[in-house]
């Protein structure tokens, strides 16, 4: 019975542990962090997404939307923050040339401000508008 006690304890001290370290990821996520996050993941998803054979044939850069959408949100729930809600919108997507605007939304990252008997919510949104350059290949 009195090692039992200690098994509870050690596993309250667990939880309790993983409960101080969500709290702390929650506080240290900013938004500077989500948008830098945001910025370097559409790069990186734009990179992914070239298609090369549709290069090689005309000589042109051109990227596939379905596989730049596939690639960010895999990449962007990978790296984003555990606790917090975020909502994403891919809109203005061009193949050639490319370019993609990406708008994300974290809850967490939501002001109230009450002025009287009205309440007024501001969200904090970050928009990438990113553009894929590329030298023309003359064969």
């Known amino acids: 019975m009195k090692h039992a006690f200690w098994a509870y304890w050690l596993i309250l001290l667990g939880v309790f542990i993983v409960v101080i370290m969500l709290l702390v990821q929650s506080v240290t996520s900013n938004n500077q962090q ?15 997404a070239v ?7 005309y000589g042109e850069v051109r990227i596939n939307k379905e596989k ?6 895999r990449r962007f729930a990978e790296n984003a923050s555990l606790s917090t809600t975020y909502t ?16 994300v939304k974290g809850k967490s990252n939501s002001f109230t ?20 350059e590329g030298n023309k290949v003359e064969g």
């Not at 298609?51 to 044939?57: A, H, L, T, V």
Request: charged share 30%.
């Open 34 to 48: 989500d948008y830098f996050l945001v910025k370097e993941l559409t790069e990186v998803a734009m990179l992914d």
């Open 51 to 57: 298609d090369y054979g549709y290069y090689r044939q």
């Open 68 to 73: 730049l959408i596939e690639n960010f949100l």
């Open 88 to 103: 994403i919108k891919f809109y203005g997507i061009y193949e050639a040339p490319p370019k993609v605007s990406i708008e």
């Open 113 to 132: 401000v009450v002025a009287g008997e009205d309440a007024t919510d501001f969200d904090i949104v970050n928009r990438i508008d990113s553009i894929l």
